[in-house]
């Protein structure tokens, strides 16, 4: 997971950010889950999107709620 | 509106739910949510309490279950009105007496028979329509889909959308709404709750590993991915369901359409079914009391008439005369069998159950208030308890089944809830603790709650001592939040519920563990039900009676049990020396220790002394006075003359509950029923506040009455003092019977009583090893195990001599004991390798009856038979059979390992003269040291416990057994700390003690374990 540096947010829904330099906007949300990780080792409770970009790019982000942090997880060549 | 959940899963779900049906209640009117169902798996147990907690907070409660239909998928089935509940408990029980116990299923068949009266939801991701589509098998689906509509209609059949946040969500409904819109069915929406809060994740995912027996590490595809499945706020689901609007729309229109089912405490009372004819219940119950008094009272029965018609109109009043025929045709029937049996607790309360010959106890002489067992005022259902032989109980219960039939009659369950061992046992495991520390741990728990063990870490050393002690408290916290929570159904040992209509119709019924049919509710809620209980409870100690008194009568046909005398002088002079090891009852060190200090001379001492150590009245310094006042050391001083006749059996202490109704009766006036609620209010420590009320009430009614307000204001402060450790004189009085005369037993047929007492085991205070000290102490000679002489219980053989069964050997049934006496051959078995031959026995088995010495009378070389058996020996290979005869010691070792006690002789007697030469006294010689003397000992170790003190402190008690008796010790709060973990969790069960000799035993001073030396063999097992 590689955080991200800047990540556009409405109502707590991500509509765009940066990935490589590039600005990405989110066309689509394909899906939308909820991740409490390895909870007894202190792991926080991460939610994830897997998203739709500009030129049919899929990336999955994934975001810490309570802290706001945001990573990539996976990118779909 | 408020919110709706119609998917919510309590613990009731075992393992698959975290909250009880009151937290859910509870959270549900914290996020206003107006209705919520209760869904457990197969399951209703959860549904009194929560019907009960919803009426309180005004929230709609809605009865449903979540079932699986063959092997497709789950279906959560709702009760959408009262008459449709009986179709949900019949459906239920079809499934669950027609499947494998833990894998219940409903077939179509089923469904299709009790299902049209109830709504269908379709279930999480575990559901009949997700399933098969998750798992590829869309084409099953339009049928599954026809089939439901066939059944519920497209009116009662919801498409269920579960807000979960799970991967894959999106497409799922997308799926689900095609296959609404298709079929035209409404789509509803659910949280598929499992839990209150979202802070409840985490014991969830642990009850998950439990049930699933892996480590919280591991991964499976059980494991929850997300802690969404908690009550969430309406406005969640609503967001969350944004695409679907008409799933909240129908959901809360669905809300508006259900009703609670109206089905607490609606009476399903049995009706007697033998009445002769012409005669209503309530008249051949007064013409049976009345026969019955006639039989109790002879010339004296005109005196209890109007207790007798006091007693029936209430009875009377409340509904419960077929009740007291239905338990009084049990006595009958237990009577007529030979089934020994008693009436105990507050039943004995009651003079018409004495006359019905269901109680022994003579409540209108020992003036018993009736209204301590049930009053107008109180509304609840009676219960009464019946002791029979516990080996011929289930005879008792196949009478009641087969006279009221199946239907009508089930054992009632019990939930097993978590308590601080097995919650460290189950919670250690799945995160990883090693098996050893666990159980090392669990049994070295102290009788504490967990908040207490964790606040008081550093005081208790045998906890103290492990060296990741934060891992472990970490560990205790987890088991905090999951103690209470039920973790499987049981069965009720006693308990049968009897019910007019079909059982079906007011609860579910499943198959037991042990193969019986049980119904889902435990004692407390079967009351809310609507339900009577009869508790026909096993107790050993009349099969030990039975037995000992069948043999007494063998040699004296004379003899009659039933009629001992109360005042038999050795009975008691025996008892006044704590010589009691044995007596029912009265065997514990702590009332060994008050008979030598009360010297118990009559029948109320007994029954003053089995009220008097309990923990109340010890924690409550009630014992000390008793004392004094018994022996004339202090004076016997009432508040009030009225108060005598009340409180003089008991020296004017307020021992019993019954003394307590009979004050604010005689003083204040209250209605005996209104008299018992204030008891009651006292027993269960209220509010400051109540109290002050119920002082003033009294005060009040008392000064009205010509009592000064000082006195009332000081009677008043007796009672609150004693009300909450007061016993119940009636239960008291009813086991003093048994205790009398069981000492009775000990005193005047001790080999007769002993062979009972072994032949019940397991019961009472003491092991095996104990008894057998204590018979030998008293002169009866004990014979081992003889594979041609031993029966396979223990027997009296000529000249009284004692001796052991087969059946005392581990592993042992008693078919297989059984079996190696029929099947002995004229002139005896000479051979281990015979019997190898004729009867299926295992090679362990078989090695451990030459191990205990079964065949020392043929063959003493007992390692040469097992080399025989399965060894050299037995290869032929040898010019010389190997044999070599055992040494005493290596002989006690399998005694212990296989039997759990000395056959010959007790752990200790072996290492005698070495002790001897090392300054160790016998417990025997350390009972003859002066008080304050020094003295030290070796004994085994046994049940050291860490009962409650009135400081709070951690204080052990145990008792250490040799060859020549018991010692009982104390270990005080300060030495505890640095020897208490000698005696819990994994110890070596030889321990060393010094310590002062006191009058109820040794005060410890040291403690060390104490090995056996070169020669030994080791520990002997725990």
């Given amino acids: 997971m590689k955080p991200l540096e800047k990540v556009w947010v409405r109502s707590q829904v991500p509509y765009a950010f940066v990935w490589r330099q590039q600005y990405v906007s989110i066309v689509r949300v394909m899906d939308y889950w909820r991740d409490i990780g390895e909870w007894w080792r202190g792991e926080p409770e991460l939610w994830f999107w897997r998203i739709q970009g500009q030129k049919d790019s899929v990336f999955e982000l994934a975001c810490n709620p309570q802290t706001h942090q945001w990573w990539m997880f996976h990118v779909y060549d | 509106m408020g919110g709706v959940e119609f998917h919510a899963h309590s613990a009731f779900s075992f393992l698959a739910g975290a909250s009880t049906p009151r937290q859910l209640v509870v959270e549900a009117f914290r996020q206003d949510i107006k209705t919520l169902a209760l869904t457990d798996t197969f399951r209703l147990s959860g549904v009194p309490t929560f019907l009960e907690a919803a009426s309180e907070v005004g929230i709609k409660a809605i009865v449903g279950a979540e079932i699986v239909v063959e092997d497709l998928?789950?279906?959560?089935?709702?009760?959408?009105?009262?008459?449709?509940y009986a179709d949900l408990t019949r459906l239920l029980t079809e499934a669950l007496l027609n499947s494998p116990r833990k894998q219940p299923r409903v077939r179509w068949e089923t469904l299709e028979r009790y299902g049209r009266n109830l709504v269908a939801l379709t279930g999480d991701r575990q559901g009949i329509i997700a399933r098969p589509w998750l798992e590829g098998r869309r084409a099953e689906i339009p049928e599954i889909t026809a089939r439901l509509i066939d059944i519920f209609g497209t009116n009662n059949l919801f498409i269920e959308l579960t807000v979960n946040y799970l991967p894959g969500d999106r497409l799922i409904f997308q799926f689900l709404d095609h296959v609404a819109e298709s079929t035209h069915l409404p789509l509803v929406a659910t949280g598929a709750v499992r839990y209150a809060r979202k802070e409840d994740f985490g014991l969830f995912d642990l009850m998950?590993?439990?049930?699933?027996?892996?480590?919280?590490?591991?991964?499976?595809?059980?494991?929850?991915?997300?802690?969404?499945?908690?009550?969430?706020?309406?406005?969640?689901?609503?967001?969350?369901?944004?695409?679907?609007?008409?799933?909240?729309?129908?959901?809360?229109a669905l809300a508006e359409r259900l009703e609670t089912p109206d089905i607490l405490r609606k009476p399903h009372y049995p009706k007697y079914p033998d009445l002769p004819s012409g005669q209503g219940s309530e008249r051949y119950l007064a013409a049976?009391?009345?026969?019955?008094?006639?039989?109790?009272?002879?010339?004296?029965?005109?005196?209890?008439?109007?207790?007798?018609?006091?007693?029936?109109?209430?009875?009377?009043?409340?509904?419960?005369?077929?009740?007291?025929?239905?338990?009084?045709?049990?006595?009958?029937?237990?009577?007529?069998?030979?089934?020994?049996?008693?009436?105990?607790?507050?039943?004995?309360?009651?003079?018409?159950?004495?006359?019905?010959?269901?109680?022994?106890?003579?409540?209108?002489?020992?003036?018993?208030?009736?209204?301590?067992?049930?009053?107008?005022?109180?509304?609840?259902?009676?219960?009464?308890?019946?002791?029979?032989?516990?080996?011929?109980?289930?005879?008792?219960?196949?009478?009641?089944?087969?006279k009221y039939g199946a239907d009508h009659v089930a054992q009632v369950a019990t939930y097993q809830?978590?308590?601080?061992?097995?919650?460290?046992?189950?919670?250690?495991?799945?995160?990883?603790?090693?098996?050893g520390e666990l159980d090392a741990l669990a049994k070295s728990l102290p009788e504490l709650s967990i908040d207490e063990m964790v606040s008081r870490w550093d005081e208790i050393p045998e906890l103290r001592q492990y060296p990741d002690s934060e891992r472990l408290k970490l560990m205790l916290n987890w088991a905090r939040t999951i103690v209470g929570l039920p973790r499987h159904i049981g069965t009720h040992l006693g308990g049968l519920v009897l019910s007019q209509e079909s059982l079906d119709s007011v609860s579910p019924?499943?198959?037991?563990?042990?193969?019986?049919?049980?119904?889902?509710?435990d004692k407390r809620d079967i009351e809310l039900m609507g339900l009577l209980k009869l508790d026909l409870l096993s107790l050993r100690t009349f099969t030990a009676i039975d037995m000992t008194v069948k043999e007494i009568e063998a040699q004296d046909p004379n003899f009659d049990y039933e009629r001992l005398s109360h005042s038999d002088e050795a009975t008691y002079q025996r008892l006044d020396q704590g010589d009691a090891i044995g007596v029912f009852q009265l065997e514990s060190p702590a009332q060994r220790s008050l008979a030598q200090r009360l010297h118990p001379d009559r029948w109320e001492d007994i029954v003053a002394s089995l009220a008097l150590i309990r923990p109340g009245p010890i924690k409550g310094n009630m014992v000390e006075p008793f004392i004094a006042r018994r022996q004339g050391l202090e004076p016997v001083t009432y508040l009030h003359p009225e108060l005598e006749p009340?409180?003089?059996?008991?020296?004017?202490?307020?021992?019993?509950?019954?003394?307590?109704?009979?004050?604010?009766?005689?003083?204040?006036?209250?209605?005996?029923?209104?008299?018992?609620?204030?008891?009651?209010?006292?027993?269960?420590?209220?509010?400051?506040?109540?109290?002050?009320?119920?002082?003033?009430?009294?005060?009040?009614?008392?000064?009205?009455?010509?009592?000064?307000?000082?006195?009332?204001?000081?009677?008043?402060?007796?009672?609150?003092?004693?009300?909450?450790?007061?016993?119940?004189?009636?239960?008291?009085?009813?086991?003093?019977?048994?205790?009398?005369?069981?000492?009775y037993l000990l005193e005047h047929h001790p080999r007769e009583y002993f062979l009972g007492l072994l032949n019940a085991e397991p019961l009472g205070y003491y092991p095996i090893d104990v008894l057998l000290v204590e018979a030998r102490r008293r002169g009866i000679a004990i014979k081992a195990i003889d594979i041609n002489?031993?029966?396979?219980?223990?027997?009296?053989?000529?000249?009284?001599?004692?001796?052991?069964?087969?059946?005392?050997?581990?592993?042992?049934?008693?078919?297989?004991?059984?079996?190696?006496?029929?099947?002995?051959?004229?002139?005896?078995?000479?051979?281990?390798?015979?019997i190898q031959e004729r009867l299926a026995i295992k090679q362990d088995q078989l090695n451990a009856l030459v191990q205990v010495g079964a065949f020392d009378e043929v063959a003493p070389d007992r390692e040469g038979l097992l080399l025989d058996l399965s060894g050299a020996n037995r290869l032929g290979f040898l010019t010389q059979r190997l044999q070599r005869v055992w040494g005493r010691q290596e002989k006690m070792l399998w005694d212990y390992k296989i039997c759990g006690f000395g056959q010959h002789e007790q752990w200790m007697e072996p290492w005698r003269d070495e002790l001897k030469r090392t300054g160790y006294a016998t417990t025997d010689e350390l009972k003859n040291l002066s008080i304050g003397k020094m003295g030290r000992t070796v004994g085994y170790l046994i049940r050291p416990h860490r009962p409650p003190t009135r400081s709070g402190r951690l204080v052990v008690f145990f008792s250490l057994l040799d060859e020549t008796g018991i010692l009982e010790a104390r270990l005080s709060s300060a030495l505890y700390q640095k020897f208490g973990h000698w005696l819990f969790g994994r110890v070596h069960p030889i321990l060393a003690v010094s310590g002062r000799m006191q009058p109820q035993g040794m005060e410890i001073r040291s403690i060390a374990p104490w090995n056996t030396k070169p020669s030994a063999m080791g520990s002997p097992p725990q």
């Fill in chain 2, 417 to 435: 809830t978590f308590r601080a061992r097995l919650a460290v046992r189950e919670l250690g495991k799945v995160l990883g603790f090693p098996p």
């Fill in chain 2, 208 to 252: 998950t590993c439990i049930r699933t027996g892996q480590r919280v590490e591991e991964v499976g595809p059980e494991r929850y991915l997300n802690a969404e499945n908690y009550l969430k706020p309406w406005n969640a689901m609503v967001s969350a369901l944004g695409s679907w609007p008409e799933a909240i729309r129908n959901t809360q």
């Fill in chain 2, 789 to 834: 002489q031993s029966q396979a219980c223990a027997t009296l053989e000529s000249e009284g001599v004692l001796r052991i069964g087969f059946s005392f050997m581990r592993g042992f049934g008693k078919e297989l004991a059984d079996a190696l006496v029929v099947h002995r051959p004229v002139g005896g078995w000479q051979h281990p390798s015979q």
């Fill in chain 2, 288 to 402: 049976l009391v009345k026969q019955g008094a006639q039989k109790r009272y002879g010339t004296h029965v005109a005196q209890v008439q109007s207790r007798i018609r006091h007693e029936l109109s209430i009875i009377r009043d409340m509904g419960f005369t077929d009740y007291f025929l239905v338990v009084w045709d049990v006595a009958r029937f237990a009577r007529r069998a030979g089934i020994r049996f008693a009436g105990r607790g507050s039943a004995a309360d009651s003079v018409v159950a004495y006359c019905l010959g269901i109680t022994d106890v003579d409540a209108y002489s020992r003036q018993l208030l009736f209204e301590r067992f049930m009053s107008r005022e109180r509304q609840e259902t009676p219960d009464i308890d019946i002791d029979f032989d516990a080996k011929r109980r289930d005879e008792v219960a196949e009478y009641v089944r087969q």
């Fill in chain 2, 73 to 84: 998928g789950q279906l959560v089935l709702l009760v959408p009105r009262t008459e449709a």
């Fill in chain 2, 646 to 743: 009340i409180l003089s059996k008991t020296y004017g202490v307020v021992l019993f509950q019954e003394q307590v109704i009979a004050i604010a009766s005689t003083l204040a006036g209250f209605s005996p029923g209104e008299a018992d609620a204030l008891r009651r209010v006292m027993t269960h420590g209220r509010s400051h506040e109540t109290m002050q009320q119920l002082g003033e009430k009294f005060k009040q009614k008392a000064t009205a009455r010509g009592i000064t307000s000082d006195v009332a204001e000081a009677v008043f402060q007796q009672m609150v003092g004693y009300a909450s450790y007061g016993f119940n004189e009636a239960h008291a009085a009813a086991f003093a019977e048994t205790a009398y005369r069981t000492a």
């Fill in chain 2, 509 to 521: 019924r499943e198959w037991s563990e042990k193969g019986i049919q049980i119904i889902q509710f």
